[in-house]
């Protein structure tokens, strides 16, 4: 097994999380250390249960930082170079892996090449790092601030493969590719090939919402995609009291275990906050427990393990919400929440496996849900859920199974769980 395989990460939006500046600082001001401020919350990340800290954007940016203006520089309102290399010592020492988040499809127009292009047009030697149309540059998804790039230009692949290594070189240990479903394949295995010449361990995790998620590993050579699939299917059919959805969607995502494993999350920077998601909030327990007994490499974003509240939406601003700062005391705060985080990611550490393990599901209908995960040597994890408002019975395969979490036992000799209007239970054999 590889090190991604141990991974949990703790996700992280810097910008939001340490209270930066809307926009970027004017020039001439003096950087704002507050990188090192994440020093300390790596012990509670520890305590979570996680290993890894997957940050957002922390290079040089216009606003919220997937407008890029210099990839090798921190986004002063963070701090700088300096800081963030003491973040990633820190956390080394504590045995805490540093992911970043790496904005390659796009960039924003204050971009330096970019901005020379304006200047001097087709005579630019970054000309053909950009795309013509309609007499502007193609942009992001209508986007007028992010120009796309030209992933034909072999200059802009050898930019990339340089920032890449740039950073690997001091210390972090893999790349969130942002947009990644809007780059073509051959430029991602062209990419991270070459910076696996240098860093054969490091790890590449692409941004896919939808489409053949399998080919950006078999095709464009990342090591795994987010599994926006499985997200849906969670909140949808706990929110429908359907579990078809959600027994369907594990039957693809053990499609895709087949292949690599899937980055898993049910909350991240771009989606309404799990606590809302949910019209019933007694179903957060059984969505935390499908993200840490199915397959995959779960990721908790930060204030979810609190149970915080935050919705999307669709227009200017529509981000702040599910993007605040972090208090310098949590409080008591949804600390149930966070002992239940604890609970079932220490169901996971002890049964690592479970990163490659495919579900089989047993009961299905009339509000239930039941599967099982087998793992090697005879182990296994049974996890047995009720979306609906009255008791109900699930079963699993009888066998000496240990009650691990949720408030109804499964029945050894029976495999049987007697499950409570929105019961739900872990065990382990």
Not at 61 to 88: K, M, S
Not at 97 to 109: A, E, I, K, S, Y
Not at 163 to 170: E, F, G, S, T
Not at 308 to 335: N, S, T
Request: hydrophobic share 40%.
């Amino acid at each position: 097994m590889r090190w991604s395989d141990y991974a949990i990460w703790w996700h992280v939006y810097p910008l939001g999380f340490l209270g930066a500046e809307r926009a970027a600082l004017p020039p001439g001001e003096a950087p704002r250390h507050r990188l090192p401020e994440l020093v300390p919350w790596l012990d509670h990340l520890l305590e979570l249960g996680c290993n890894g800290l997957a940050l957002g954007p922390v290079f040089a940016a216009e606003t919220h930082g997937y407008d890029t203006v210099d990839h090798f520089r921190i986004d002063p309102r963070l701090g700088t170079e300096d800081d963030l290399a003491h973040l990633v010592d820190r956390a080394a020492a504590k045995g805490v892996r540093v992911l970043l988040d790496g904005v390659f499809n796009h960039v924003g127009r204050s971009y330096a090449q970019f901005a020379d292009v304006t200047r001097h047009g087709a005579t630019s030697p970054y000309a053909d790092w950009f795309v013509p149309e309609g007499g502007e540059f193609r942009t992001f998804e209508g986007h007028s601030q992010l120009v796309v790039l030209n992933h034909e230009s072999p200059a802009v692949a050898d930019h990339v493969t340089a920032v890449l290594d740039h950073w690997l070189d001091r210390g972090v240990s893999g790349w969130r590719l942002d947009a990644a479903y809007a780059v073509p394949l051959p430029f991602w295995r062209k990419v991270t090939d070459r910076a696996r010449e240098k860093h054969p361990d490091a790890w590449f995790s692409g941004e896919v919402i939808h489409g053949d998620y399998a080919s950006y590993v078999t095709e464009g050579g990342l090591d795994s995609v987010t599994q926006y699939e499985l997200w849906k299917a969670i909140w949808s059919s706990l929110n429908d009291v359907n579990p078809h959805e959600l027994a369907w969607a594990l039957g693809r995502h053990n499609e895709l275990l087949a292949t690599f494993a899937p980055q898993t999350f049910v909350g991240n920077h771009d989606v309404t906050r799990i606590a809302s998601r949910l019209t019933e909030p007694r179903h957060l327990p059984h969505a935390l427990a499908v993200l840490f007994t199915v397959g995959g490499i779960p990721s908790v974003y930060y204030g979810d393990e609190r149970g915080w509240h935050g919705v999307k939406q669709e227009r200017e601003g529509g981000d702040d919400e599910i993007r605040p700062a972090f208090p310098a005391d949590l409080g008591d705060y949804g600390l149930d929440t966070q002992r239940l985080h604890q609970l079932l990611i220490g169901i996971r550490r002890r049964h690592p496996w479970l990163v490659h393990a495919t579900a089989e599901v047993h009961s299905l209908g009339n509000g239930v849900l039941s599967y099982t995960l087998s793992g090697p040597e005879g182990d296994a994890v049974a996890v047995a859920l009720n979306f609906g408002d009255t008791p109900a019975t699930a079963g699993v395969p009888a066998r000496a199974w240990r009650h691990e979490a949720g408030e109804t036992t499964i029945d050894p000799g029976t495999g049987e769980a007697a499950l409570p209007p929105f019961g739900w239970s872990v065990a382990t054999a």
